[in-house]
């Protein structure tokens, strides 16, 4: 069955730093999103990302976030300066059109 | 402001019981409602859309009420395995797949032996 994958699992990195998060989404899905959860709260949207252009973005997506289709194939999410506070697991998704399919994850540790 | 709520729980019920859980979405606007399920520290994943009509796969039963802006899901004759945390989640947009989901914060299920 296919199915989203993202790279790395764990990634640790120092406050300030910049971080590539990966995905590789499901290959005849059209849209593709980034999500983050903090640990203990709920999935919060970050970012939607359609026809090789971003199509909605929450308040969270501020000028820090980008993301990109370098390829026909990979997806990233760039967090340009981290702070303690992006702390937390992204999820990447993919969607045909209506049902969104969750890669398993990245757990981002800001130290 | 877009919201979803849910009753966190826990709930705990025996093996084989039937539970229900609702959740209540602030847009009325919204086109596009699911249940989703998440094991601890794993992604989402996808249990069922809802439809105006209601549907049903197996064990789970969907409902939505849209003249309420809620969403229910009803689990019968419950399973060990059905132990997880429960999201609802709605799309607030136009319903297509451009729009980001509003994820509820779960509720958290336990079945005991």
């Known amino acids: 069955e296919p199915e989203v994958t993202q790279t790395p699992s764990h990634q640790v990195t120092q406050m300030g730093q910049e971080v590539i998060l990966r995905c590789v989404p499901i290959s005849n899905h059209l849209y593709f999103y980034w999500y983050r959860q903090i640990l203990g709260q709920k999935v919060e949207f970050l970012v939607s990302f359609y026809n090789n252009e971003i199509s909605e973005k929450s308040e969270i997506f501020d000028d820090q976030f980008s993301v990109e289709r370098p390829d026909g194939s990979n997806f990233t999410l760039k967090i340009r300066s981290t702070k303690l506070e992006d702390s937390a697991m992204y999820f990447c998704?993919?969607?045909?059109?209506?049902?969104?399919?969750f890669g398993q994850g990245t757990r981002l540790t800001v130290v | 402001r877009k919201e979803v709520e849910q009753d966190p729980g826990p709930f705990n019920v025996p093996e084989g019981a039937t539970v229900a859980f609702n959740c209540t979405y602030s847009n009325s606007a919204s086109q596009s409602f699911f249940w989703y399920r998440q094991d601890c520290r794993k992604e989402p994943k996808l249990l069922m859309s809802v439809y105006s009509s209601g549907n049903e796969d197996g064990r789970f039963t969907a409902q939505l009420n849209r003249a309420s802006q809620y969403i229910s899901l009803l689990i019968r004759d419950s399973k060990l395995s059905d132990s997880a945390t429960y999201l609802c989640?709605?799309?607030?947009?136009?319903?297509?797949?451009?729009?980001?989901?509003?994820f509820g914060k779960g509720t958290h299920l336990i079945i005991q032996p």
């Open positions: 998704a993919s969607n045909p059109f209506t049902e969104a399919f």
């Open positions: 989640v709605v799309n607030m947009g136009s319903g297509g797949g451009a729009d980001g989901l509003t």
